[in-house]
């Protein structure tokens, strides 16, 4: 799996324009709703320090590297599975600063396991994606949330790939400093193994 796999479908139908942010020097949530509101696609990457923007307690003010990628668009935006696979898991994680909705999808590449997870999304998605539901690459599995369901962020996509089944369906979207080698490991970025958003 250490190539780009080429027939990965696209997670989310990206505009022409998107804008690339660099969170590593700042977030503002209220700039970033009226970038949504008018109408803008962000994407925020992966392996990033973002020192201002994981303020909940759940991050005990040192998880701030980001694992996975980040697509900002307006809610009810549709999400799709990259590859065949089946759903493995799906939760509400309702607490400020969680995922809300999440899917997370089992992918066999190479006869090898690929986990990817989907948060932020609507509790909507939680009917269209159930547990042992089977995908393939491309099919709809549910909907950007709005900040009420999607732990009180601007709408946006967290997109994260893991080698490992995390056994739950949860992963750590980001890491403290001294968790950061390992986490590298396990939660490849997505945009090397699927070169579906360059």
């Not at 027939?7 to 977030?27: I, N, Q, S």
């Not at 320090?49 to 040192?62: D, T």
């Not at 668009?73 to 969680?98: C, I, K, M, Q």
């Amino acid at each position: 799996m250490k190539s780009v796999i080429t027939t990965a479908a696209p997670v989310m139908h990206l505009p022409e324009k998107v804008k690339r942010f660099d969170f590593t020097t700042g977030y503002d949530p209220e700039e970033m709703k009226e970038f949504i509101k008018n109408g803008g696609w962000g994407i925020g990457g992966y392996n990033e320090k973002r020192g201002s923007m994981y303020l909940a307690p759940q991050y005990e003010n040192r998880r701030n590297i980001h694992m996975g990628l980040d697509i900002w668009a307006a809610a009810a935006e549709p999400v799709f599975s990259a590859l065949p696979g089946r759903v493995a898991y799906t939760a509400f994680h309702d607490h400020d600063g969680n995922y809300g909705g999440t899917v997370i999808l089992h992918h066999k590449v190479d006869g090898e396991d690929l986990f990817a997870l989907y948060g932020h999304l609507s509790l909507k998605s939680l009917t269209q994606s159930k547990p042992g539901n089977v995908v393939e690459g491309g099919d709809l599995i549910g909907w950007l949330g709005n900040e009420e369901e999607n732990g009180n962020w601007p709408p946006h996509l967290h997109y994260q790939l893991s080698f490992i089944d995390p056994g739950k369906p949860d992963m750590p979207g980001v890491v403290s400093e001294e968790e950061r080698e390992e986490a590298l490991e396990v939660y490849p970025d997505p945009e090397e193994v699927l070169g579906a958003f360059v």
